[in-house]
């Protein structure tokens, strides 16, 4: 202690608590640099010891936190999220109040066992696509969302960080530990009078706000690729239209090309061939997820699977450009693959004798790093970015969706306290590779 308040600390701490305060709304600083501030003040000022200071890294929430937020991780990496949020979109046409109405129950229930943070991420580009369908603005869903996701959290013990902090407390106090549900009729009853004000005021009090950003949430960006159906592909014989990898809301099917010859026109009753080539629009991950494939089922047109693993795919800029684009050229002259091409919001096909790359254009590469930064300095192109997006895992969502549920009923039934259950479910969807470390 440098500095001794003497009589004056009460004082001296409630000042420093509404600084700190008014620095966080004022975000001049990054939070956790406020926040840091805010203990390296207390510690100067003699308001903290630093036996208090270990005391509260020791507690046992912060460790129940991290672990809960594996397992979330997890959920959205094996594209468990993605899929409740597909099959939502599906609904909002024949019955958008009811979708809207269940999309906020989803999220309320998906909060109560999972960390808010992860499902308001995977949650914000839907209430986007819901807010396009039902013709209103975004502006009046996404506080209702984050209000919904709140008072979910607040249902279970594990709902929100601070419940376990809370529990944490109480127990250095030396009072009984919180059961997982011990909180759920206080909470429930606070969630439906929450959502039951929402679903009055919300209209009333949230204004109409349409933006350009609104738009670029709301509609994944998505690229047009074409794959390769191998010799002795399990999805031979297989209906195109059937193949669930083509009928993800992220994916559309576009062109089934056998032997240089276009089948569009009955694309939807074609069985795939050896050496048949699909084209598609597809998300980013989904492009990822193509290209990260063994190669079993298709691979990307070109790409050879046996490398992948070794290549980077990286978004460029076109800078400035002339003259008919040469796919193959690229690949023949650096052994860089354009795997796809973005212009103005759309996807742009890439199979056109006569197609031109223009300045703004930004191209899907695949290949070795240094041959990538060759042909950008080759062809006038700007690196953008590795692709941050990233495969999902698909066939591992029922080990992460059974971890999860294992937590919970272990907790719940008062088999063991939360944080070994947390600890191990983390530790199972590493070691199943559900989610990276």
């Not at 439906?192 to 960006?221: C, I, K, N």
């Not at 290209?291 to 978004?315: N, Q, Y």
Request: hydrophobic share 50%; charged share 20%; net charge neutral.
């Amino acid at each position: 202690m440098l500095i001794d308040l003497g009589p004056y600390a009460p004082y001296g701490a409630l000042l420093l608590v509404m600084t700190v305060f008014a620095v966080f709304v004022s975000e001049r600083f990054a939070a956790e640099v406020t926040a840091l501030g805010g203990v390296a003040l207390a510690l100067l000022l003699g308001l903290v010891g630093v036996d208090d200071v270990l005391k509260a890294l020791s507690n046992p929430a912060p460790a129940t936190i991290g672990a809960m937020f594996v397992l979330s991780a997890a959920l959205v990496r094996t594209g468990v999220l993605d899929t409740l949020a597909e099959w939502l979109g599906h609904g909002i046409t024949h019955r958008p109040t009811v979708t809207i109405a269940l999309f906020f129950l989803l999220a309320a229930i998906a909060s109560a066992f999972m960390n808010n943070t992860p499902v308001i991420m995977i949650l914000i580009p839907v209430v986007f696509g819901l807010a396009r369908r039902c013709g209103t603005s975004a502006s009046r869903l996404l506080m209702p969302l984050s209000f919904v996701v709140i008072m979910g959290g607040t249902c279970t013990l594990i709902g929100t960080s601070t419940n376990l902090l809370v529990d944490g407390v109480s127990r250095k106090l030396g009072l009984a530990p919180f059961a997982l549900l011990e909180i759920a009729p206080l909470g429930i009853a606070l969630a439906l009078a929450g959502s039951l004000y929402l679903f009055l005021a919300a209209p009333l009090l949230l204004p109409e706000r349409s933006t350009v950003s609104e738009h670029a949430l709301g509609v994944r960006r998505s690229w047009q690729v074409e794959l390769f159906v191998p010799p002795g592909s399990p999805l031979i014989g297989q209906k195109v239209a059937e193949v669930a990898d083509f009928r993800r809301s992220t994916t559309q099917l576009v062109d089934l090309i056998r032997e240089d010859v276009s089948l569009r026109r009955q694309l939807r009753d074609e069985v795939l061939n050896a050496g048949d080539r699909v084209v598609v629009h597809a998300s980013d991950s989904e492009v990822i997820g193509f290209r990260s494939s063994d190669a079993k089922e298709f691979a990307i047109a070109g790409t050879e699977p046996a490398l992948a693993r070794r290549h980077k795919v990286v978004e460029a800029l076109v800078k400035d450009r002339k003259g008919v684009f040469s796919a193959l050229g690229w690949r023949r002259s650096h052994g860089v693959y354009p795997i796809a091409v973005h212009r103005h919001g759309s996807a742009v096909d890439l199979q056109d004798e006569t197609f031109h790359l223009r300045p703004g254009d930004t191209v899907l590469l695949d290949g070795p790093a240094d041959e990538i930064a060759r042909l950008a300095r080759d062809e006038d192109l700007i690196l953008l970015a590795p692709m941050q997006a990233r495969a999902y895992r698909r066939d591992k969502a029922p080990i992460a969706l059974a971890v999860l549920a294992l937590v919970v009923a272990g907790a719940a039934l008062n088999f063991a306290p939360i944080l070994p259950l947390a600890i191990i479910g983390a530790a199972i969807v590493l070691l199943t590779r559900c989610v990276e470390p």
